[in-house]
C-alpha cells in the first residue's frame, strides 16, 4: 500500500478554486482557527478538544444548515441537512494533540483514529444504508487528514470479506465483541494487506501560523485553500456561487429593471414581458427606445415591418428589445473587458472606463463604441484620444453598427435627461449601509449597479476585498437565453447537461474520425494516445471536426463543445502553442463547465504580459480557442437575439485568453459573427440531397471561392477589407441561388405537375369516358391540382420568408459543416433528440404538410 498525500489546493474543485471568498469569510474563518488552537490544552481530555474542533466548524460554516454533533460512537458527524434525522454527510475521528500514538502520520495510517474511521464508515454504509457520505477526517487539532468516501467505499465496503467479518462482529458471532477486537484482529490486518494505493489531503495548522496572526492582508491569500478545504461546499460536496447552472436572482432581477422588463409566471412557465402600463419607467433601455421609434416613425420605415409583428405595438416592442439587448450585450462585455484590464495590471485603476466620469451621456458611450473600441489608436478622433487612452482596439464586428442600428437607432437617439427608480431589492448601498432609494439618471445607476459586482472571473487565488458577488460569463448566458424566451417561456439547459454531452459525444467523434482518418481501430482516448505520434496531424484531425448547434439559443453548447475539444487535446498531450511546443507543465480540464487551467502545483494560472512563459500559454490558449471557434463551431438560431448573444457568448470566451502583443496592443479579435447564423432549422430552401456540385458547374464560383472569402473576412485587415468580403459572399450566394433554382427537386416536380395538368384539361379526349373512366380521371386531376397547389406554396413561401432567404442555408452557408457527406456533430435542440456523433444518418419526415423536418440519428 502506497500513500498519495495531496495538499489543499490540489484537493479542490477546480472550479471552486477560482471563487474568490469575501473578506467578511476570510475573517471570521482567521478569528474562528486562532480560537481554535489557542484554546487547546495538553492537560485537557479527548472529549474537550472535539468540543473545540465541533465548535470551530459551527461558527465557521456550518451552525446555520448542517447539524453537528456526536452520533453513536462517532466522535462527530457533519449531517446534510440541520436536523439529526438527516443522514451523515462527514466522520470525524478528533484526538487530543498529545496521543501521538492513536493518531495518524503521514508515513503512517494503521492506526487508532484511522481504523476508527474504517468502522464507523461500515456501520454508516452497511447497516444504515447510507449512500450520502461524503467525507472521512481525523485530527488532533493540529494536523488533518481528510479522506474521500470514494476511498473508503472502493477499499472497504466493495470488498466482501471484510464486509462479512463486519456483519459477523456486529452481530456477536466472533471471538470478541469489543471494539479494540475489531480494530486488532480485522481492521489492522486488512489494512496491512491493502495493495492499491490510499489517498487522502493533509495538512498541519501550525505550517499557517504565520498568515494566520500577522496583519498582512496579501498574505491571508495563503489562507485561501485551507478556508475552503473545511467548508461544506468542500467537506458536503454542495454547489457554489459560481455555478453556471445558477442564476443570481439579484443581478437579473435588477438588470430586468433597468432595461425595462420583468417576469412574470404562468402556470409553469416564467415569461419575461414588458412592463404593464402605469409601471413603465421612461427612463428604461427599453422604454427610451420605443418612444423615439415612435416619435420618429421608424418602423414604418423599415423594409420588412411586419417581420417584427403583426401589430404596432408588438413591433415597437421587439424591435426595442432587439435594440437594447444589442446596447446591453456590449456594455457587459466592456465591463468583463476592464475586469480583464484591471487583472492583468494589478487592479490598477486607471484602466477603469465605464464611469459616469467618462461617459456622462449617450453620447459618450456611442463614441467608446464605434470611435474607440472599432478603431485603432492612430486612428482615433482627438476628443476620445486622451479620454479612452488605456482601451484597446478590438476589431470585432460587436463594435460595428447592426442593421437594426442603422435603420432605426443609435444609442446616442436615446434622451439623457431621463431617470429611473431605483430597484426596490437594489444592490446599491448607501454611506450608511441601507439600500438606495430615490432616482437616478439611467447610465449612473447601470454603471454603479454593475460596479456592485465582481466581472473578474479569471485570475488567480484572491479575496474579494469589497465582498462584491461574481458574475460570469455562464451567468451572463443563463441571464440573457431567459430573456430571450420572453414570448414561450424559456429553457436552459444546465452547465452538467451541456458538459457530459459534449465530453460523451466529442470524445467518441474525435476516435471515430481518427479511425477513419488514419485507418486506426482505437476503441478510446487511452488507446488513441498511444497510437499518435505526430502532434500537428493530431491537431489537424481535431480541427476538422465540425460541431452545429441548430437551434443554439446562448451557445451555451458551443461553448461547452469549444472546452471540451481544448480538454481532448490536454489529454491526447497535443496541445501545443504557436511554435509547436507541447504546453506540457500545464493541465487543461473542464470542471463544472469550466476550462480551469492549472500548473504542477494545482496553481491557477493567471496571464502576467511581462512573463514570458505567461505570455506563451495565454498567446497558445487565444489562438487554440480562436482555430476552434472559427474552423468547428457552427450555430444557428430562428431568434436573431439569441444571435446576437451566441456571438457574445465566443466573443467572451475569446476574450477570456486576449494577450498583449506589445505594451499597449491587445490582440483583436476575429470577425466570428459569419459561424452563427440567424435562420430556420426546420425549413431548407433545397432538398438535403440536392447536388450543389452539379449547380456550381454553370457558375463563376466555387466552394473554395466561398472558403477563401470567409477566411478573409474573419481576419479582415480593417473595415473596407470586410465590406469588400461582406459583398463578395453575398454575390457568391446570389449567384449560388440563381443557378440552383433550376435544379431544385421542387420546381422540378412542380413543372412536371403543370405539365400532366395541361395535358389533362387542354388536350380533348378522342372518345367519350365512361362514368367509372371520368371519376378516375377526376380524382387524378384534383390530386395532381393538390399536390401542384401546396408545392407553390412551398416554393413562394421559402422565396419570401427573410429569416432563411437572407441567413440559412445549410449547405452552402456552412459547407465545412455537411461537406457532402453529413461528417459532423452536432446537438439536435430544436427536436430535443439526444447529440449524434460524425457520419450521421439522415432521415427525412413531412411536415405540416409543407415542409420538411430533419432528423439526426447516431449510428448503431
Given at each position: 500500500?502506497?500513500?498519495k498525500?495531496?495538499?489543499p489546493?490540489?484537493?479542490?474543485?477546480?472550479?471552486?478554486?477560482?471563487i474568490?471568498p469575501?473578506?467578511t469569510?476570510?475573517e471570521?474563518?482567521?478569528?474562528n482557527l486562532?480560537?481554535?488552537l489557542?484554546?487547546?490544552?495538553?492537560?485537557e481530555?479527548?472529549?474537550?478538544h472535539?468540543?473545540l474542533?465541533?465548535?470551530f466548524l459551527?461558527d465557521?460554516?456550518?451552525k446555520?444548515n448542517?447539524?453537528?454533533?456526536t452520533?453513536?460512537?462517532?466522535?462527530?458527524?457533519i449531517?446534510?441537512?440541520?436536523k439529526?434525522?438527516?443522514?451523515?454527510?462527514?466522520?470525524?475521528e478528533?484526538?487530543?494533540?498529545?496521543n501521538k500514538?492513536?493518531?495518524?502520520?503521514k508515513?503512517?495510517i494503521?492506526?487508532?483514529?484511522f481504523q476508527e474511521?474504517v468502522?464507523?464508515?461500515?456501520r454508516e454504509?452497511?447497516?444504515h444504508?447510507?449512500?450520502e457520505i461524503k467525507?472521512?477526517?481525523a485530527?488532533?487539532?493540529?494536523?488533518w487528514f481528510i479522506?474521500?468516501s470514494?476511498?473508503?467505499?472502493?477499499?472497504f465496503?466493495?470488498?466482501k470479506?471484510?464486509v462479512k467479518?463486519?456483519n459477523?462482529?456486529e452481530?456477536g458471532r466472533?471471538?470478541g465483541?469489543?471494539?479494540?477486537?475489531?480494530?486488532?484482529?480485522i481492521a489492522?490486518p486488512?489494512i496491512?494487506g491493502?495493495k492499491?494505493?490510499?489517498e487522502?489531503t493533509?495538512?498541519d495548522i501550525r505550517?499557517?501560523?504565520?498568515p494566520?496572526?500577522?496583519?498582512?492582508?496579501?498574505d491571508?491569500n495563503k489562507l485561501?485553500?485551507l478556508?475552503k478545504?473545511?467548508?461544506?461546499?468542500h467537506?458536503?460536496k454542495?454547489?457554489?456561487?459560481?455555478?453556471?447552472?445558477?442564476?443570481?436572482?439579484?443581478?437579473?432581477?435588477e438588470?430586468?429593471?433597468?432595461?425595462?422588463?420583468?417576469e412574470?409566471?404562468?402556470?409553469s412557465k416564467?415569461?419575461i414581458?414588458?412592463?404593464?402600463?402605469?409601471e413603465?419607467?421612461t427612463?428604461s433601455?427599453?422604454?427610451n427606445?420605443?418612444?423615439q421609434?415612435d416619435?420618429?416613425?421608424?418602423?414604418n420605415?423599415?423594409?420588412?415591418?411586419?417581420?417584427?409583428g403583426?401589430?404596432q405595438e408588438?413591433?415597437?416592442?421587439?424591435?426595442?428589445?432587439e435594440?437594447?439587448?444589442?446596447?446591453?450585450?456590449r456594455?457587459l462585455f466592456?465591463k468583463?473587458l476592464?475586469a480583464?484590464?484591471?487583472?492583468?495590471?494589478?487592479?490598477?485603476?486607471?484602466?477603469?472606463?465605464?464611469?459616469?466620469?467618462?461617459?456622462?451621456?449617450?453620447?459618450?458611450?456611442n463614441?467608446?463604441?464605434?470611435?474607440?473600441l472599432?478603431?485603432q489608436?492612430?486612428?482615433?478622433?482627438?476628443?476620445?484620444?486622451e479620454?479612452?487612452a488605456?482601451?484597446?482596439?478590438?476589431?470585432?464586428?460587436l463594435?460595428?453598427?447592426t442593421g437594426?442600428?442603422?435603420g432605426?437607432?443609435?444609442i446616442?437617439?436615446l434622451?439623457?435627461?431621463?431617470?429611473?427608480?431605483?430597484?426596490?431589492?437594489?444592490?446599491?448601498?448607501?454611506e450608511?449601509g441601507?439600500k438606495?432609494t430615490?432616482?437616478?439618471?439611467?447610465?449612473?445607476y447601470?454603471?454603479?449597479?454593475l460596479?456592485?459586482?465582481?466581472f473578474?472571473?479569471?485570475?488567480?487565488?484572491?479575496?474579494?476585498?469589497?465582498?462584491?458577488?461574481?458574475i460570469?460569463?455562464?451567468?451572463?448566458?443563463?441571464?440573457?437565453e431567459?430573456?430571450?424566451?420572453?414570448?414561450d417561456?424559456?429553457?436552459f439547459t444546465?452547465?452538467?447537461?451541456t458538459m457530459?454531452?459534449?465530453?460523451?459525444?466529442?470524445?467518441?467523434?474525435?476516435i471515430?474520425?481518427?479511425?477513419?482518418t488514419?485507418?486506426?481501430?482505437c476503441?478510446?482516448?487511452d488507446s488513441l494516445y498511444?497510437?499518435?505520434?505526430?502532434?500537428?496531424?493530431?491537431?489537424?484531425?481535431?480541427n476538422?471536426?465540425k460541431?452545429?448547434?441548430?437551434a443554439v439559443?446562448s451557445?451555451?453548447?458551443?461553448v461547452?463543445?469549444?472546452n471540451?475539444m481544448i480538454?481532448?487535446k490536454n489529454?491526447l498531450?497535443?496541445l501545443?502553442?504557436?511554435?509547436?511546443?507541447r504546453?506540457?507543465?500545464?493541465?487543461?480540464?473542464v470542471v463544472?463547465?469550466?476550462?480551469?487551467?492549472?500548473d504542477e502545483d494545482?496553481?491557477?494560472?493567471?496571464y502576467n504580459?511581462?512573463?514570458?512563459?505567461?505570455?506563451r500559454?495565454?498567446?497558445?490558449?487565444?489562438?487554440e480557442k480562436q482555430?476552434?471557434?472559427?474552423?468547428c463551431?457552427f450555430?444557428?438560431?430562428?431568434?436573431?437575439n439569441?444571435v446576437?448573444?451566441c456571438?457574445l457568448?465566443?466573443?467572451?470566451?475569446l476574450?477570456?485568453?486576449?494577450?498583449?502583443?506589445?505594451?499597449?496592443?491587445l490582440?483583436?479579435?476575429?470577425?466570428?459573427?459569419?459561424?452563427?447564423?440567424?435562420g430556420?432549422?426546420?425549413i431548407s430552401?433545397f432538398?438535403?440531397?440536392?447536388?450543389l456540385?452539379?449547380a456550381?458547374?454553370?457558375?463563376k464560383?466555387?466552394i473554395?471561392?466561398?472558403?477563401?472569402?470567409?477566411?478573409t473576412?474573419?481576419n479582415a485587415?480593417?473595415?473596407?477589407?470586410?465590406?469588400?468580403m461582406?459583398?463578395?459572399?453575398?454575390?457568391?450566394?446570389n449567384?449560388?441561388?440563381s443557378e440552383i433554382s433550376?435544379n431544385d427537386?421542387?420546381?422540378?416536380?412542380?413543372?412536371?405537375?403543370?405539365?400532366e395538368i395541361?395535358?389533362m384539361?387542354?388536350h380533348?379526349?378522342?372518345f367519350?369516358l365512361?362514368k367509372k373512366e371520368?371519376?378516375?380521371?377526376?380524382?387524378?386531376?384534383?390530386?395532381?391540382?393538390?399536390e401542384s397547389?401546396?408545392?407553390?406554396?412551398?416554393?413562394?413561401?421559402?422565396k419570401?420568408?427573410?429569416?432563411f432567404e437572407?441567413?440559412f442555408?445549410?449547405?452552402f452557408?456552412?459547407p465545412e459543416?455537411?461537406?457532402?457527406n453529413?461528417d459532423f456533430v452536432g446537438f439536435d435542440?430544436?427536436?430535443?433528440?439526444?447529440?449524434?456523433?460524425s457520419?450521421v444518418?439522415?432521415?427525412?419526415?413531412?411536415?405540416?404538410?409543407?415542409?420538411?423536418l430533419?432528423?439526426y440519428?447516431?449510428?448503431p
Amino acid at each position: 500500500m502506497e500513500l498519495k498525500i495531496l495538499k489543499p489546493r490540489k484537493a479542490i474543485n477546480k472550479a471552486f478554486l477560482k471563487i474568490k471568498p469575501n473578506r467578511t469569510e476570510i475573517e471570521s474563518f482567521k478569528t474562528n482557527l486562532i480560537e481554535l488552537l489557542d484554546r487547546t490544552n495538553d492537560t485537557e481530555s479527548e472529549e474537550f478538544h472535539k468540543n473545540l474542533v465541533s465548535d470551530f466548524l459551527k461558527d465557521t460554516y456550518y451552525k446555520n444548515n448542517h447539524f453537528i454533533n456526536t452520533k453513536g460512537r462517532n466522535d462527530l458527524v457533519i449531517h446534510n441537512g440541520n436536523k439529526a434525522k438527516s443522514t451523515v454527510g462527514v466522520i470525524i475521528e478528533a484526538k487530543k494533540p498529545t496521543n501521538k500514538a492513536e493518531m495518524l502520520t503521514k508515513e503512517k495510517i494503521n492506526v487508532k483514529a484511522f481504523q476508527e474511521l474504517v468502522l464507523y464508515y461500515l456501520r454508516e454504509r452497511i447497516t444504515h444504508k447510507n449512500l450520502e457520505i461524503k467525507y472521512l477526517v481525523a485530527t488532533n487539532i493540529n494536523e488533518w487528514f481528510i479522506f474521500d468516501s470514494n476511498v473508503f467505499e472502493k477499499q472497504f465496503a466493495q470488498n466482501k470479506g471484510l464486509v462479512k467479518q463486519f456483519n459477523d462482529f456486529e452481530n456477536g458471532r466472533l471471538a470478541g465483541k469489543t471494539t479494540d477486537f475489531f480494530y486488532k484482529e480485522i481492521a489492522e490486518p486488512f489494512i496491512n494487506g491493502l495493495k492499491n494505493d490510499i489517498e487522502f489531503t493533509f495538512f498541519d495548522i501550525r505550517e499557517y501560523e504565520k498568515p494566520l496572526r500577522n496583519d498582512n492582508p496579501k498574505d491571508d491569500n495563503k489562507l485561501i485553500s485551507l478556508f475552503k478545504l473545511l467548508s461544506p461546499e468542500h467537506l458536503l460536496k454542495l454547489p457554489f456561487a459560481n455555478d453556471s447552472n445558477s442564476l443570481d436572482k439579484r443581478f437579473y432581477g435588477e438588470l430586468l429593471h433597468i432595461i425595462g422588463l420583468s417576469e412574470t409566471k404562468e402556470g409553469s412557465k416564467k415569461l419575461i414581458e414588458r412592463n404593464k402600463k402605469g409601471e413603465r419607467n421612461t427612463g428604461s433601455f427599453l422604454e427610451n427606445a420605443i418612444i423615439q421609434l415612435d416619435s420618429l416613425d421608424k418602423i414604418n420605415r423599415l423594409d420588412n415591418p411586419s417581420h417584427f409583428g403583426t401589430t404596432q405595438e408588438e413591433r415597437l416592442f421587439n424591435v426595442g428589445l432587439e435594440l437594447s439587448i444589442t446596447w446591453i450585450n456590449r456594455i457587459l462585455f466592456l465591463k468583463l473587458l476592464e475586469a480583464q484590464l484591471k487583472t492583468y495590471h494589478k487592479g490598477d485603476k486607471s484602466y477603469e472606463f465605464l464611469s459616469i466620469d467618462k461617459i456622462q451621456n449617450y453620447d459618450d458611450l456611442n463614441s467608446l463604441f464605434f470611435q474607440v473600441l472599432a478603431k485603432q489608436q492612430s486612428e482615433r478622433n482627438e476628443d476620445v484620444t486622451e479620454l479612452f487612452a488605456k482601451v484597446p482596439y478590438l476589431n470585432s464586428s460587436l463594435f460595428e453598427p447592426t442593421g437594426i442600428e442603422h435603420g432605426t437607432l443609435f444609442i446616442s437617439n436615446l434622451r439623457d435627461d431621463k431617470t429611473i427608480p431605483i430597484y426596490s431589492s437594489t444592490v446599491l448601498k448607501s454611506e450608511n449601509g441601507k439600500k438606495r432609494t430615490g432616482n437616478l439618471s439611467t447610465l449612473e445607476y447601470l454603471f454603479e449597479f454593475l460596479n456592485a459586482y465582481d466581472f473578474s472571473s479569471e485570475g488567480k487565488e484572491e479575496i474579494q476585498e469589497d465582498n462584491k458577488t461574481l458574475i460570469n460569463a455562464s451567468v451572463l448566458g443563463l441571464i440573457f437565453e431567459k430573456i430571450n424566451g420572453y414570448k414561450d417561456g424559456s429553457f436552459f439547459t444546465p452547465g452538467f447537461i451541456t458538459m457530459y454531452m459534449c465530453r460523451e459525444t466529442i470524445r467518441k467523434a474525435v476516435i471515430q474520425k481518427f479511425n477513419e482518418t488514419k485507418d486506426w481501430n482505437c476503441k478510446d482516448i487511452d488507446s488513441l494516445y498511444d497510437k499518435i505520434e505526430d502532434r500537428q496531424e493530431a491537431n489537424n484531425i481535431i480541427n476538422s471536426l465540425k460541431i452545429c448547434d441548430p437551434a443554439v439559443g446562448s451557445g451555451h453548447f458551443l461553448v461547452s463543445a469549444l472546452n471540451e475539444m481544448i480538454a481532448i487535446k490536454n489529454d491526447l498531450k497535443v496541445l501545443q502553442d504557436r511554435d509547436g511546443k507541447r504546453l506540457k507543465e500545464y493541465q487543461f480540464e473542464v470542471v463544472n463547465d469550466e476550462l480551469i487551467v492549472t500548473d504542477e502545483d494545482g496553481e491557477l494560472f493567471e496571464y502576467n504580459p511581462t512573463n514570458k512563459e505567461s505570455q506563451r500559454i495565454q498567446v497558445a490558449l487565444f489562438h487554440e480557442k480562436q482555430t476552434i471557434i472559427e474552423n468547428c463551431l457552427f450555430g444557428v438560431d430562428i431568434n436573431p437575439n439569441s444571435v446576437k448573444i451566441c456571438r457574445l457568448r465566443l466573443w467572451i470566451e475569446l476574450l477570456k485568453n486576449a494577450y498583449y502583443k506589445n505594451e499597449s496592443e491587445l490582440e483583436t479579435l476575429p470577425n466570428i459573427d459569419i459561424n452563427i447564423k440567424c435562420g430556420n432549422s426546420l425549413i431548407s430552401r433545397f432538398d438535403l440531397d440536392s447536388d450543389l456540385k452539379k449547380a456550381l458547374k454553370s457558375s463563376k464560383w466555387t466552394i473554395d471561392s466561398y472558403r477563401i472569402a470567409v477566411d478573409t473576412y474573419r481576419n479582415a485587415r480593417n473595415k473596407e477589407q470586410k465590406r469588400e468580403m461582406e459583398k463578395l459572399i453575398d454575390d457568391i450566394k446570389n449567384d449560388f441561388r440563381s443557378e440552383i433554382s433550376s435544379n431544385d427537386k421542387k420546381v422540378k416536380r412542380l413543372t412536371k405537375l403543370k405539365s400532366e395538368i395541361f395535358l389533362m384539361t387542354e388536350h380533348p379526349q378522342m372518345f367519350e369516358l365512361s362514368k367509372k373512366e371520368k371519376t378516375g380521371w377526376n380524382k387524378k386531376l384534383k390530386k395532381l391540382t393538390n399536390e401542384s397547389k401546396k408545392l407553390e406554396t412551398t416554393i413562394e413561401e421559402i422565396k419570401n420568408n427573410k429569416i432563411f432567404e437572407e441567413a440559412f442555408e445549410w449547405r452552402f452557408e456552412f459547407p465545412e459543416v455537411l461537406d457532402y457527406n453529413g461528417d459532423f456533430v452536432g446537438f439536435d435542440a430544436v427536436i430535443g433528440n439526444p447529440p449524434y456523433s460524425s457520419k450521421v444518418s439522415q432521415e427525412t419526415t413531412k411536415f405540416s404538410d409543407s415542409y420538411k423536418l430533419v432528423e439526426y440519428k447516431c449510428d448503431p
